[in-house]
């Protein structure tokens, strides 16, 4: 039972298309590409460093005494967008996707080898994952060069799911242990006045949420939280449990970047793995002759959000639409676009479950 159990968890609980899969690869590296590669901005001063300031984290780079030469730096960084373009147009897909990874690692590792560590651990682990899910099978230079037919391995969405679950748990039981269950304090208005006052977040709502005083609300807040983050372990159990969860994640995330100012746009690309790629496709599809133009797919869809992306970074730079500090127009609007796409999947599934319900009593 254990075993038949484990394994229908690991290799069954997901069934993507390879067509799907490589709709999500496209949405993945452009997002990357275009929002979440590492300021390069950053490399000369990081070099300038004295060597007593490199207190490097865990990890490889503990092998270093030192930081090294910007040119370095600049150079891994070509590296890591080849390695996402490549992604991008599924040439050498998989060690492509490896290299992103490892070159990500490397560039993350000496930045927060001054001693600020973020938790951006998942986009290294989601092209590292995704090298071996075979979403490079499809509306790719390898599937045009091969001619084979690849199939889509669930496994590694199986395997997200779970380190997303250990990363929500590892954030969720220190709360525990901190006391946020405990009635008598709310850490969530704490952390919130922090940021406010101590930090200077006060764009968006937080100048609201500074000035209300309801006990009742900051307690669910606190306990919301907790549950949330530590739940999400017990949610990878069962697909579906995981998806609901994610949906969670984007209410939460958007939540914390009204009130608090922090975006965590970094976790969405591994959000965005668990969206109905196959169902996207097939949408997609029905309007299009595969038969005639099988690359119609990828290239008005990636064209498309190649445009979106551009107009937004556009936007972005101009800091026309922007608060004075944090957040980014860009994270506002992709994470303001996540929850509308949350909201739209959201009601497409409670209008299908009411048309079921109406048939079966009728």
């Not at 490549?86 to 993350?108: D, E, N």
């Not at 209300?212 to 990878?236: K, S, Y």
């Amino acid at each position: 039972m254990g075993n038949n159990w484990f394994d229908r968890w690991i290799f069954e609980s997901y069934q993507p298309t390879i067509q799907g899969l490589a709709l999500f690869r496209i949405f993945a590296s452009l997002l990357i590409l275009f929002f979440l590669m590492p300021d390069a901005a950053y490399y000369t001063d990081l070099a300038s460093f004295p060597d007593d300031f490199f207190t490097p984290p865990p990890g490889p780079m503990m092998f270093f005494d030192s930081f090294p030469p910007a040119w370095f730096f600049y150079s891994i960084h070509v590296l890591l967008a080849l390695s996402w373009i490549c992604v991008l147009i599924g040439f050498k897909t998989q060690k492509a996707s490896i290299a992103a990874a490892i070159f990500m690692l490397i560039l993350l590792g000496f930045i927060f080898s001054i001693g600020k560590v973020n938790h951006q651990m998942l986009i290294i682990l989601l092209p590292l994952l995704m090298a071996f899910s075979s979403w490079g099978g499809a509306y790719s230079f390898d599937a045009g060069l091969s001619g084979k037919k690849t199939k889509a391995n669930g496994w590694t969405l199986t395997l997200l799911a779970l380190f997303i679950g250990f990363m929500m748990f590892t954030a969720g039981f220190p709360k525990i242990l901190g006391g946020w269950l405990n009635g008598d304090t709310f850490a969530t208005q704490g952390h919130l006045l922090n940021q406010y006052f101590i930090r200077g977040r006060t764009e968006l709502l937080s100048g609201y949420m500074v000035s209300m005083n309801i006990p009742l609300i900051w307690g669910i807040l606190d306990w919301g939280t907790v549950f949330f983050e530590t739940g999400f372990l017990i949610a990878v159990l069962r697909a579906g449990w995981t998806r609901l969860f994610v949906c969670f994640a984007v209410f939460f995330h958007f939540s914390t970047m009204l009130t608090l100012n922090i975006a965590f746009l970094v976790n969405f690309p591994a959000y965005a793995a668990f969206l109905p790629w196959g169902k996207i496709h097939e949408s997609i599809a029905s309007l299009v002759d595969l038969n005639e133009k099988p690359y119609t797919i990828p290239l008005v869809f990636g064209g498309a959000l190649f445009c979106l992306f551009g107009i937004i970074k556009i936007i972005d730079k101009m800091y026309l639409l922007t608060p004075t500090r944090e957040p980014s127009f860009d994270e506002l609007a992709l994470i303001s676009g996540a929850v509308l796409i949350v909201l739209t999947l959201g009601l497409k599934k409670a209008i299908g479950l009411f048309s079921s319900v109406r048939t079966q009593s009728v």
